[in-house]
């Protein structure tokens, strides 16, 4: 990257990045209010059900190959 960060989106900022998760915070908080997660949650299901279940799987066991495991403080 050239030049000087101007924002805090851009440039290094070490361990964490407060601007993405602020863009991350403020857009999660906008979704939850637009009154779509129900909505959103059935899609969900639906694909899991549908076309996409082998896709989704495979993106599933992906994603649990960089895990280190489950957060023993997590209760499910």
């Known amino acids: 990257m050239t030049g000087k960060a101007t924002d805090s989106m851009s440039g290094n900022q ?4 407060r601007g993405a998760a602020n863009a991350y915070n403020e857009a999660t908080e906008k979704f939850v209010k637009s009154g779509k997660v129900e909505e959103k949650a059935r899609e969900a299901a ?4 549908g076309k996409e ?3 989704l799987q495979r993106a599933e ?3 649990k190959s960089h895990s280190h495991g489950e957060d023993p403080a997590v209760e499910r």
């Open 61 to 63: 066991a992906e994603g």
């Open 53 to 55: 279940k082998a896709e």
């Open 14 to 17: 070490g361990e964490g990045n």
């Open 46 to 49: 639906k694909a899991l059900d």
